[in-house]
């Protein structure tokens, strides 16, 4: 009994024409495409799954199977990601620094962001390095409060008064900093007084 035809066999069919070979690898690996880009495009999102499938067509040559054809397709989304966005921006695309966020957002508000992120580091630069190590294993590491106490080797509820002094100490260093933008980067962080026994 002869099985199902491997992906390398359905690129090459449909490379030669086989419109049916298209039509089954694409369905074969559409979830995988469709799982790449859902989080990364909007409205572009269909438009680039087909073209990622259409550009396994151009780089079949390239394909010599010694990875998988998953690696292969992956590939090719990613570069036309890139191409999108270089694209849509109209300059080159910094991989090392841009986020999806960023990709997705006004220049206005991509400067605010960085500006948020140049504040938050400047004030827990400012805040004493007991405090800068509390909320950075809180925020950061996502501790929770057995978790603080253990690193901290403190009692639990020292723990969390430890935390509680350093928002109460971030919050002063970003009004310090930027009264004006303070608010908007506490209220992210929930800066604000946390009840006893509480990390919030």
Same mark, same amino acid.
């Given at each position: 009994?002869?099985? #199902?035809? =491997?992906?390398?066999?359905?690129?090459?069919?449909?490379?030669?024409?086989?419109?049916?070979?298209?039509?089954?690898?694409?369905?074969?690996?559409?979830?995988?495409?469709?799982?790449?880009?859902?989080?990364?495009?909007?409205?572009?999102?269909?438009?680039?799954? /087909? /073209?990622?499938?259409?550009?396994?067509?151009?780089?079949?040559?390239?394909? /010599?199977?010694?990875?998988?054809? &998953?690696?292969?397709?992956?590939?090719?989304?990613?570069?036309?990601?890139?191409?999108?966005?270089? &694209? /849509?921006?109209?300059?080159?695309?910094?991989?090392?620094?841009?986020?999806? #966020?960023?990709?997705?957002? =006004? #220049?206005?508000?991509?400067?605010?962001?960085?500006?948020?992120?140049? %504040? $938050?580091?400047?004030?827990?630069?400012?805040?004493?390095?007991?405090?800068?190590?509390?909320?950075?294993?809180?925020?950061?590491?996502?501790?929770?409060? *057995?978790? $603080?106490?253990?690193? %901290?080797?403190?009692? $639990?509820?020292?723990?969390?008064?430890?935390?509680?002094?350093? &928002?109460?100490?971030?919050?002063?260093? %970003?009004?310090?900093?930027? #009264? *004006?933008?303070?608010?908007?980067?506490?209220?992210?962080?929930? $800066?604000?007084?946390?009840?006893?026994?509480?990390?919030?």
């Amino acid at each position: 009994m002869i099985g #199902p035809a =491997s992906d390398v066999e359905l690129l090459a069919e449909w490379t030669s024409g086989s419109r049916a070979a298209g039509d089954e690898l694409i369905e074969r690996h559409f979830a995988l495409v469709h799982r790449f880009f859902r989080n990364k495009v909007g409205a572009e999102l269909e438009d680039l799954i /087909q /073209q990622t499938f259409l550009a396994c067509i151009e780089a079949r040559a390239r394909f /010599q199977g010694h990875a998988s054809f &998953k690696t292969f397709l992956l590939a090719i989304a990613r570069n036309q990601l890139f191409t999108h966005y270089d &694209k /849509q921006r109209r300059r080159a695309l910094d991989l090392e620094l841009a986020t999806v #966020p960023d990709l997705n957002t =006004s #220049p206005t508000g991509i400067v605010a962001r960085r500006e948020d992120e140049r %504040l $938050l580091a400047e004030a827990l630069r400012r805040v004493p390095l007991d405090a800068q190590v509390v909320l950075e294993l809180a925020y950061w590491e996502g501790f929770g409060g *057995d978790e $603080l106490a253990r690193v %901290l080797e403190v009692p $639990l509820n020292t723990a969390y008064s430890r935390l509680r002094r350093a &928002k109460v100490a971030l919050r002063e260093c %970003l009004e310090a900093l930027a #009264p *004006d933008r303070m608010a908007h980067v506490a209220d992210e962080l929930e $800066l604000t007084a946390a009840p006893a026994g509480s990390l919030g």
